[in-house]
């Protein structure tokens, strides 16, 4: 069974910066692509990033794209989102994903596995 761990969470001030972490148990990491989602106090949940199998492609929400970078290293079994210039409405609850084929979606459905989600706050 797969089993997906989010961590980095927390307090950032606005312009601020923080790194995510999701470090996954179970499976073999490096045959699945991986994702990114988020999800505010009465949203929906929503894409932000994803990343291929190897790393060599990545797809990001228009609203994160050149502010957010996903990454991923197989060795640790882990994925990253390092997030900059971070603004109000990135405050949500992230949730890494696992998916399906070679390049990750931005469709929740096509994810297998969920980590439990770190909370993210901007302060003003």
């Known amino acids: 069974q797969v089993q997906l761990v989010e961590s980095g969470g927390g307090l950032v001030q606005q312009g601020g910066s923080l790194r995510l972490s999701c470090t996954a148990s179970?499976?073999?990491?490096?045959?699945?692509?991986m994702g990114w989602f988020r999800q505010a106090p009465g949203k929906e949940r929503e894409f932000v990033a994803a990343?291929?199998?190897?790393?060599?492609?990545?797809d990001y929400a228009d609203s994160v794209k050149g502010r957010f970078t996903i990454s991923r290293d197989n060795a640790k079994n882990t994925m990253y989102l390092q997030m900059n210039s971070m603004k109000s409405e990135d405050m949500a609850v992230y949730y890494c994903?696992?998916?399906?084929?070679?390049?990750?979606?931005?469709?929740?459905?096509?994810?297998?596995?969920w980590g439990q989600g770190t909370q993210v706050t901007v302060s003003s």
């Open positions: 990343i291929s199998r190897r790393g060599a492609s990545t």
């Open positions: 994903a696992q998916g399906r084929g070679i390049y990750g979606s931005r469709r929740s459905g096509e994810y297998d596995y």
């Open positions: 179970g499976g073999t990491f490096s045959n699945y692509p």
